[in-house]
């Protein structure tokens, strides 16, 4: 199983609408987690941390379940701004040497295209 | 500066030839990352390093090396480039190892 998983999608959803992406994280140590943005050809950019308690910023909904060891994106009003790469960020703890150590691993991103 | 540069913007390079893609940030930040993007690969980490001083190995570091003399600089470089090096490569940095990265505007390299 690898280490972050997405759906690649291509989510193809009208403006307007609410469209959610799901990330799964294999190692039930992961602390930290994030939501990153990535525009055709550009650099990726942080969305939003994901809290435990869950986290809002506007039209976007980010969750954290750790029993399940999946986080969430949640867009409401879907713009086509919106239109993007998603990518789901996880800390991997990694031992090593009797000494811990945090990686951190994208996700393969979902893509979504917000349709006029 | 403003942020975190790469140069050169992209770059058609000769398999065998010897390459260095550099990377600059002006935030002070402790660690520094180099990854690659292929189509439906995704983000792959090259090298990483937590602080000045300090390098690691990430998920591809096989034909890649890195180096760190100061907080600022974290240039890769391709000892001899291959076909398979053709890619986006992107540099980061961050405060702290769980902290948000920023993104440098990525470097486009051909091997031929």
């Known amino acids: 199983r690898k280490e972050v998983e997405q759906d690649p999608g291509p989510f193809n959803v009208p403006e307007g609408a609410t469209v959610a992406f799901n990330c799964t994280y294999s190692?039930?140590?992961?602390?930290?987690f994030f939501w990153y943005r990535q525009d055709c050809r550009k650099e990726p950019k942080l969305l939003m941390s994901?809290?435990?308690s869950g986290n809002e910023d506007g039209r976007f909904t980010a969750q954290l379940n750790r029993a399940s060891q999946y986080i969430s994106l949640l867009i409401r009003d879907s713009k086509l701004s919106d239109s993007a790469t998603y990518l789901c960020?996880?800390?991997?703890?990694?031992?090593?040497?009797?000494?811990?150590?945090?990686?951190?691993?994208f996700g393969p991103g979902t893509s979504l295209s917000v349709i006029p | 500066i403003a942020g975190i540069t790469q140069a050169p913007t992209s770059q058609i390079l000769a398999a065998g030839r010897r390459m260095t893609l550099r990377c600059t940030q002006d935030m002070r930040h402790n660690a520094m990352y180099w990854y690659r993007q292929d189509l439906g690969l995704g983000l792959r980490l090259i090298h990483y390093s937590n602080t000045a001083g300090t390098t690691g190995k990430g998920e591809v570091p096989d034909g890649y090396s890195v180096s760190r003399a100061n907080t600022d600089d974290f240039p890769l470089t391709l000892a001899s480039a291959v076909p398979s090096q053709t890619s986006v490569y992107f540099c980061?940095?961050?405060?702290?190892?769980?902290?948000?990265?920023?993104f440098g505007p990525g470097t486009r390299l051909t091997v031929l």
């Open positions: 994901v809290y435990s």
């Open positions: 960020v996880v800390n991997i703890p990694e031992v090593r040497w009797k000494t811990s150590y945090d990686k951190v691993i």
């Open positions: 980061a940095s961050s405060a702290g190892i769980l902290n948000e990265q920023f």
């Open positions: 190692n039930s140590a992961s602390q930290s």
